[in-house]
């Protein structure tokens, strides 16, 4: 049993379970009925999205330095208390089902899941194994 992290949108794999949208806003010109079927996601979480503010904040991100202060406020914005139950609660599930959270960014090293992927192994969290997109 365990976590996928994946890219929203990107075809399923073969056991991947329940499929969790961590994303602000639900996928543009996709009607509702059809966000699991074209391999969006089952349900949506969007409170382990960032903020608006810090979505922009990644978006701009250039320099190390500035994803590295995105990285710590979504730290922080993941710290608040209903958020971490979220995440050890997900963590815990790991343990006995296999399921996956994402976003739709193509490159995971610059997305808010790489973090969230680091978040859910400090919980300890049985993450499946892959390679960054």
């Given at each position: 049993?365990?976590?996928s992290i994946v890219q929203l949108g990107s075809p399923r794999s073969k056991d991947e379970g329940l499929r969790i949208g961590t994303v602000r806003r639900p996928p543009?010109?996709?009607?509702k009925e059809e966000f699991a079927s074209r391999d969006y996601y089952d349900v949506w979480l969007p409170m382990l999205a960032p903020s608006r503010e810090l979505v922009a904040m990644a978006k701009?991100?250039?320099t190390e330095a500035e994803w590295q202060a995105f990285s710590r406020a979504y730290r922080?914005?993941?710290n608040a208390p209903d958020t971490s139950r979220v995440l050890d609660t997900?963590?815990?599930?790991s343990h006995t089902a296999n399921f996956a959270v994402g976003c739709y960014c193509e490159n995971e090293s610059r997305c808010h899941r790489s973090l969230l992927r680091g978040l859910l192994a400090e919980r300890g969290a049985q993450l499946g194994a892959q390679?960054?997109?």
């Open positions: 049993m365990a976590i543009r010109g996709v009607a701009a991100a250039q922080k914005e993941m997900l963590a815990a599930l390679a960054l997109a």
